[in-house]
């Protein structure tokens, strides 16, 4: 079965730095890959998507993510993070069955300091 | 063109009650995907519909239940409401292609006293 795991479930920066959080995937084989951003108390908005290609995919906002095959990695980085970035980020990939759903991982927090 | 909408925003019952959530996906979407987010965890797989017709079920009992309307439209149903079942009810919609993009909705608050 899928699965998507997030390590890191609270991670703080100070503005202006930069950013990676990490997610690591199974899968059964070469999988779509999803980051989503969700502001407290709101819905889920895509950040950027891989569906093949270029393994370097850049999203809205400044992020961008590589998707490494050998290491089963799709982490999400900012060059400069501002404060507006503090929400909570999900990884996510296609279920197995019913593949138009999604999988997600269990988010990683994001703090930023002044 | 509007994004993916829900109702209620904020939904107040009582164990053993019955609640019903509604969704409106994207214009030209034939997708709908419902999805549970208890606090603090990643979103977790209820229902999809396709073409007014179930493609998946996740790990959720009986007491769940949903249907998609001839527009698209979906709603999702939950008998007998348990503490447990507090959250926020996520709605997402796609085209229908193999595997696209899910765009959400703001979701709906379920509180069981």
């Known amino acids: 079965a899928q699965s998507v795991t997030q390590p890191d479930i609270h991670i703080t920066v100070s ?3 930069s950013l990676e959080l990490r997610c690591n995937y199974s899968y059964g084989a070469t999988p779509y890959l999803f980051w989503y951003v969700q502001s407290p108390g709101q819905g889920l908005q895509l950040l950027l998507k891989y569906f093949s290609g270029d393994t370097l995919v850049q ?6 993510a590589e998707f490494k095959r050998s290491q089963s990695s799709f982490n999400l980085r900012k060059p400069s993070v ?3 970035d503090a929400a909570e980020y999900f990884c996510a990939v296609p ?5 138009r759903a999604l999988t997600f991982g269990s988010g990683t927090r994001l703090q930023v300091q002044p | 063109d509007a994004g993916v909408t829900q109702s209620p925003t904020h939904l107040i019952k009582t164990r053993g009650q019955q609640v019903t959530l509604r969704c409106s996906p994207i214009s030209g979407h034939k997708s709908v995907s419902w ?4 606090l603090g965890q990643g979103p ?6 396709y073409e007014k017709e179930e493609r998946g079920r996740g790990n959720f009992p009986d007491r769940f239940s949903a249907r998609q309307f001839p527009n698209y439209s979906s709603e999702l149903n939950v008998n007998a409401l348990l503490l447990g079942d507090s959250a926020l009810y996520l709605c997402a919609s796609s085209l ?3 595997t696209d993009t899910q765009y959400f909705g703001p979701g709906t608050r379920l509180t069981v006293l």
């Open chain 1, 82 to 84: 501002h404060w507006s």
């Open chain 1, 59 to 64: 999203g809205i906002k400044g992020f961008e």
């Open chain 1, 95 to 99: 279920r197995m069955t019913g593949r």
């Open chain 2, 44 to 49: 977790q797989f209820i229902f999809q519909y």
């Open chain 2, 35 to 38: 999805y549970q987010q208890v």
């Open chain 2, 96 to 98: 229908g292609q193999f």
């Open chain 1, 15 to 17: 503005e202006g730095a």
